[in-house]
């Protein structure tokens, strides 16, 4: 069965940093891409950043760029989310997500096919 | 960025009445398209993705469709375990977008 456990969230004063983990079990964490989805309260789903298996490609929405740092280690099955300078509007539930791809003939399709339950990272002074 | 846009953003049904959610991309996504369900304090849970293919164990009453920017998420029968929260999210692009979102709610 898989397994995703967010840790690392908390309450921190606007400017400073976290950092958030994903410890990943029952797959092959060293195959599959990961990702960062947050939610703020009452708010919807945002994608924060995508990391692929080996670690070699990394990619971060606009707001976050500069700021987050996502980073695996799949020695230890081990998803991380530097995250600095952190203003208010960052305050939200963050899930850590495993994508899988399903092809068919030469077409594949992405898509998140299992979620942490999610830690809370609270930004205020 | 791609941006996703569902509609309605709420709607309220009662059991047994069928739904169907609309999700349009601002540019051509193929059929790069998920579906997402989150009920009130979970994580999000697959429905579809590929526009039309039904994640494993997701009963069949859920229908997905659509390529290029329309696309439609399809509950017919509705149960009351489906009233929550559906998300559209597109995998075109490696920077992924979801839509704001579609409540649904017992009337």
């Known amino acids: 069965e898989v397994q995703l456990l967010e840790s690392g969230g908390g309450l921190v004063q606007p400017g400073g940093s976290l950092r958030l983990s994903c410890e990943a079990s029952?797959?092959?964490?060293?195959?599959?891409?990961m990702s960062w989805v947050r939610q703020a309260p009452g708010k919807g789903l945002e994608w924060v950043s995508t990391?692929?298996?080996?670690?070699?490609?990394?990619f971060y929405e606009d707001s976050v760029k500069g700021r987050f740092t996502i980073s695996r280690d799949n020695s230890k099955n081990t998803l991380h989310l530097q995250m600095n300078s952190l203003r208010a509007e960052d305050t939200a539930a963050y899930f850590c997500?495993?994508?899988?791809?399903?092809?068919?003939?030469?077409?594949?399709?992405?898509?998140?096919?299992?979620w942490g339950q999610g830690t809370l990272v609270t930004v205020s002074s | 960025d791609i941006q996703m846009t569902q509609s309605p953003s709420s709607l309220s049904v009662s059991v047994g009445d069928t739904v169907t959610i609309t999700c349009r991309a601002s540019?051509?996504?193929?059929?790069?398209l998920n579906w997402y369900q989150q009920r009130p304090g979970k994580a999000p849970k697959l429905l579809i993705y590929?526009?039309?293919f039904l994640h494993s164990g997701v009963p069949r009453r859920f229908t997905g469709r659509g390529s290029g920017t329309d696309f439609t998420l399809t509950i017919t029968s509705l149960e009351s375990e489906d009233f929550a929260t559906y998300y559209c999210?597109?995998?075109?692009?490696?920077?992924?977008?979801f839509g704001q979102g579609t409540k649904v709610e017992i009337k």
């Open positions: 997500a495993k994508e899988d791809t399903f092809w068919l003939a030469e077409t594949s399709w992405d898509f998140y096919d299992s």
């Open positions: 029952g797959f092959t964490f060293s195959t599959f891409a």
């Open positions: 990391v692929s298996s080996l670690g070699g490609d990394t």
């Open positions: 540019q051509s996504i193929s059929a790069s």
């Open positions: 590929g526009a039309s």
């Open positions: 999210q597109q995998s075109y692009s490696t920077l992924r977008t």
